[in-house]
């Protein structure tokens, strides 16, 4: 590739980051099926036909936002992966990790919690199949934990949604906490942290009653 | 008070209803923050200028969904506490009426899950604020289940948050699944049930944990 075709290319990759920024921002005030095109051109400074160069259309670009704001919520899943505490401490773990990442992105996970129902019918599918994958992935890792690689697939999944039911409760709750009280986010915490043990305590107390019951099925 | 002005009374109340219901009809497709007073007075046939003798702005209309909406969820809490099944089958009986709920007002409660993070400030502290009302409702009503009534109020909400956070999760893919699809709606009840039960096992063993511990720290 030339030099001027790798610059045009560049400023096109810049140009299309920075529209995506734009639309983020501007989704903090006000919902998706409101935001014209106009609107996010405006705020990065470019004229409307110029979006197409990026987008096919502001479907396309709410495509992209939920890709964009779901590979936060991937990389919070890989960052637990990798934490050694992980086999000693899951549970402060995945509550420490959950907070420091809605407070590094929280215009993408309010993003997501906002535009769940969103009338847009293409975003809200969007979403929605984002954060399948997403439990599917969680269960994929909980089946890696000791005693939790019997269970069946089905119910990893339900264990996994249960877990980002709280989860997505708690990142609501944290999104609209006021920032010069942290004192709440503590007590959330703590919260979070509790509901995920008996969690773990009912799943375990739970298989524990289906395995007894195997012999007399069987 | 008069025939006629008990008749003009009644058409009042009349057009407040008429106002309300078109506005969750028109909130079937369409967020909140981008409705205007004139669509919903022209969807109810009055002037727009007419709206003002109903409430004093959009806000004041977008607080009374709320409550209306929350009505409903409160009369589901009644509704639980009066059925004799309630001691002898809790789960099964409130995943029942959490469906049947569900089915019979799908308006309000899309508006619940739609508007709960609005970029309307009124209106998201509102159904934050209901919300709040509700867990502690239901944490009374926990309190009134034999072992349970020795918990403290604070551990009570907790629980009544995680059964909330199940609950919140049922009603959003309740309200998403297709109409032609009866065995989604079965599935997904049958998983529900299984997350009230691990929450209930989870609940019993964690404050059995507690209990012994209990000697230990006095």
Known sequence: MSDPSRARQLRKQQTHQSLVDAALRLLETQSFSSLSLREVTRAVGIVPTAFYRHF????????????????????????????????????????????????????EFMFIAR???????SLRQAISWELRLFVNELALDLSRFPGLHRWSTEDLQMIAELMVDVMVAAVEALLVLPADRPELETELMSKVRKQFVIIGLGSAQWRATRDDALPTSA
Chains 1, 2 share one sequence.
């Open 56 to 107: 096919q259309d502001m479907d396309e670009l709410g495509q992209t936002l939920v890709a964009e704001s779901f590979g936060t919520l991937r990389q919070m899943l890989r960052t637990a992966r990798r934490d050694p505490r992980l086999a000693t401490d899951v549970v402060d773990l995945s509550a420490d990790i959950l907070v420091t990442h809605v407070r590094a992105h929280p215009r």
């Open 115 to 121: 535009e769940r129902f969103s009338p847009v019918a």
